[in-house]
């Protein structure tokens, strides 16, 4: 290993002779004394400036190179700098080959362990603290940065995609065109699909008329309001009886009958007579008396012939006639469809342009 710093021990005793310009030998000349502290402050003062920025990359983004104050010739744990960047990392996988020991990868910490970096992690003129861990990029060992420029702890992975209300996309990400004059759509499901014909302009625009139809629909009896029908009118029932004569007629009727027995008393003071109803009328005497005239004629059976003829008065009486009825309206309609038409403009909503990015 090159002499440096890096080459010092934790064990005091094995520092007699761990740095070639450096001698704390047991029994070292006294002229050596001074010359080995100089040496030391030497290799502080490199080491200082391996930490406080002093050093500046080099090499073409995203491959930088660098050469240490502090000479190293291994990679392992411990390795630490801190490095002003000379040019802003833009794409590609960013690699740091660090004293021509190999490039590489520079990694950052997230929520899920180490990242690659992102575009502009790297900022022209920035100041970043590298650590080496030989864990780190899946074992293969990378640096590790502390203070990435997208955040400390750089947990947005690369490909996510985000929101912006600017003009273009910031350092680290990529501005994506495959959607354009789109709305958004919230959904509970999966996300990331898209959809519809229409722009977003276009559908929200006031000069644009809207016209149309809403589609075709037959109304069943339950989306009929509750109604009725009410019946009104003049019923008749049978045939009524009108207004009418009897006739009748007979020439022949006669009273029929004879005169039944009687008596007709005379008041002479000496006798009676006694009638015995029959033909002339003949009396006999009783009793001694003398004999007595009858009173009047007799009167004997006989008939009276009587013809009759005539009508009778027209009679028509009121009455009623009870009627019942029961049933429904005659079935009306053809079950067809029917459509409403609208016409009217558009809404001109209000909005905010907004780009989605993709982080690098």
């Known amino acids: 290993m090159a002499d440096s710093i890096y080459k010092w021990s934790l064990t005091a005793a094995s520092n007699d002779a761990a740095d070639s310009i450096i001698n704390w030998r047991e029994n070292q000349l006294p002229d050596t004394v001074n010359d080995s502290n100089r040496a030391m402050m030497k290799r502080i003062a490199e080491w200082r400036e391996d930490m406080t920025g002093g050093l500046v990359t080099a090499g073409t983004q995203p491959a930088y190179t660098l050469t240490t104050n502090a000479a190293f010739d291994t990679l392992t744990n411990g390795r630490f700098i801190t490095v002003r960047i000379h040019a802003t990392n833009a794409g590609g996988a960013s690699t740091l080959n660090v004293n021509v020991l190999g490039a590489k990868a520079i990694r950052k910490f997230g929520t899920s362990g180490d990242l690659p970096l992102a575009i502009g992690d790297l900022q022209l ?98 989306q009929l309001p509750a109604h009725t029908h009410t019946q009104n009118g003049t019923f008749g029932s049978g045939i009524n009886s009108v ?80 009627t019942t009825i029961s049933g429904e309206t005659g079935s009306i309609g053809g079950n067809t469809t029917h459509t409403h038409t609208f016409t009217g403009n558009a809404p001109d909503l209000q909005y905010v342009d907004a780009i989605i990015c993709n982080k690098d």
Request: no cysteine; aromatic share 8%.
């Open 125 to 222: 003129g920035g100041l970043y603290t590298f650590m080496y861990s030989t864990l780190a990029n899946a074992g293969a060992g990378a640096w590790v940065i502390s203070n990435p420029s997208s955040g400390p702890s750089g947990s947005l992975a690369s490909g996510t995609s985000m929101l912006f209300l600017q003009a273009s996309a910031p350092l680290g990400w990529t501005k994506q065109t495959t959607y354009n004059d789109r709305g958004l759509r919230i959904v509970s499901g999966t996300g990331g699909g898209a959809g519809g014909s229409v722009a977003f302009t276009t559908v929200f625009n006031s000069t644009r008329t809207l016209t149309g139809s809403v589609d075709a629909i037959a109304l069943t009896a339950a």
């Open 243 to 322: 207004g009418h004569t009897h006739t009748f007629s007979d020439a022949s009727s006669t009273t029929g009958g004879v005169s039944a027995n009687h008596t007709h008393v005379a008041n002479n003071g000496q006798a009676f007579v006694t009638f015995l109803g029959g033909a002339g009328g003949q009396g006999t005497t009783g009793g001694g008396y003398s004999t007595a005239s009858a009173t009047g004629a007799n009167s004997v059976g006989h008939t009276h012939t009587v013809a009759v003829s005539g009508t009778t008065s027209g009679v028509s009486a009121n009455h009623t006639h009870n």
